[in-house]
């Protein structure tokens, strides 16, 4: 029913983004959804991938401030009023929202969000009741697809070859 998070606190400086995104880079770890928040001098960045125990280990070995958190996976339709719906029933029932970002689209009719609420239990079961589609970890750590190898599988259809593309 959660989702682990990644939570690291990262200075606001140039290339220190970069520096998060090459420990991940090394590991091969893939990032499904990332959202920055700033101050002066430090931000917040939190981050889902498909390994955040391996990710959470190489940053800290790395001289990040990183640790896991649990949040929700919600699923929408990916329609104008969407989001409103989850929002209100999240209204409705006094759950209170800390904070709320995207992830990487998992289908063309639904928009995937992470959201971290106050009581957790209690929005998953509203939600649940509601329709809303709620992702596990199982879904998000799906395996990345290399790069171009479905534009070349659909290439291999459309020109009906092999597999000597």
């Not at 990040?64 to 969407?82: C, H, M, N, R, W």
């Amino acid at each position: 029913m959660y989702i682990e998070q990644i939570s690291v606190f990262i200075e606001n400086r140039t290339g220190r983004l970069a520096d998060f995104t090459q420990v991940l880079a090394d590991e091969g770890i893939d990032i499904k959804g990332i959202c920055v928040t700033d101050t002066v001098d430090y931000g917040i960045l939190r981050c889902i991938c498909n390994d955040p125990e391996k990710a959470t280990r190489a940053l800290n070995e790395r001289g990040f401030t990183a640790s896991v958190t649990k949040v929700l996976g919600i699923e929408i339709q990916d329609v104008p009023g969407g989001l409103n719906k989850v929002m209100q029933l999240l209204k409705e029932r006094n759950i209170s929202l800390d904070y709320i970002y995207s992830i990487n689209k998992i289908s063309d009719k639904t928009a995937g969000l992470i959201i971290k609420v106050g009581d957790p239990a209690e929005a998953a079961r509203v939600l649940r009741e509601a329709g809303v589609g709620l992702y596990d970890d199982e879904t998000l750590r799906a395996e990345p697809v290399k790069e171009g190898k479905v534009f070349a599988g659909k290439l291999r259809d459309i020109l009906n070859e092999s597999d000597s593309f």
